[in-house]
């Protein structure tokens, strides 16, 4: 059995979120989300699964492995790029401590400012900067903070949902796996596929935050739908919260072992 050595500094990094805060509900959802992110979910039938793709880019990040010391990932930014390789958007954050980050396009412009949070009551806030600044800018996340789904809420009235789907297709070769899937409305316009074929070089499945290509529909930028840039923003925020959610539990593997 091999033996992991905690150095004073690694001991000393913070849990995204206080873990006196967490109660004993709050660690089991936390848990059960952290175990069934990426490689499970609800599965659906073929009348929901009906969805038109129109273009593709590739997330890359590699995420963070089940078996690590629960440090904030040293990569600060996240690149998506188009499928010949080139870049189409970069998402910065603005330090290793902070899950703030901002997207821009491949000509360096900003498009979408997110304030991270994690942990109850402190839901993460999305602002396009790319327009006059105005309330009416701000997308808000409604969830509940343990919840591996996650509601945003436009300034008028309509929501989205990124939720874990599974069904046959999301695996390598067309067999079943999962995805993170977008609706509006109860249909379709994004999916986040994760498997051996499309996820990030170096990452596993297991691994929470990794990445993989983005299939958007048609309605994405259409007059009826959501800009692309904030399908993507609200994707890699989805991922943050798989990170986040896999340090927290790490957290409290390393509280457990010390106070036993």
């Not at 402190?122 to 396009?128: A, F, G, S, T």
Request: aromatic share 4%.
């Amino acid at each position: 059995m091999s033996t992991i050595t905690l150095t004073a500094q690694q001991l000393d990094e913070k849990p995204p979120v206080d873990m006196s805060m967490l109660s004993d509900q709050d660690k089991k959802e936390l848990v059960i989300a952290d175990t069934e992110s990426v490689v499970s979910g609800i599965t659906i039938d073929g009348a929901e699964a009906a969805f038109t793709a129109a273009r593709s880019y590739h997330i890359h990040a590699k995420g963070v492995p089940v078996l690590r010391l629960p440090a904030p990932p040293s990569e600060l930014v996240t690149t998506v790029s188009n499928l010949d390789g080139s870049i189409a958007y970069q998402s910065t954050r603005e330090r290793r401590s902070s899950g703030n980050c901002v997207l821009t396009d491949a000509e360096g412009h900003p498009s979408i400012a997110t304030q991270y949070f994690f942990g109850p009551g402190k839901d993460p806030v999305l602002r396009r900067v790319d327009v006059e600044d105005g309330e009416d800018n701000v997308i808000k996340t409604v969830s509940k903070w343990t919840s591996r789904a996650q509601k945003f809420l436009l300034r008028d009235g309509r929501t989205f949902d990124w939720e874990y789907k599974k069904e046959k297709g999301f695996g390598g070769q067309g067999t079943k796996g999962t995805a993170l899937v977008l609706t509006m409305n109860g249909r379709r316009i994004a999916a986040l596929i994760r498997n051996e074929e499309t996820r990030t070089p170096g990452s596993k499945s297991c691994s929470a935050g990794n990445g993989g290509e983005l299939v958007l529909g048609q309605e994405v930028g259409g007059k009826e739908g959501i800009s692309e840039e904030l399908v993507i923003a609200t994707v890699l925020l989805m991922l943050k919260k798989e990170i986040d959610r896999r340090r927290t539990v790490q957290f409290m593997m390393i509280a457990a072992a010390v106070s036993g």
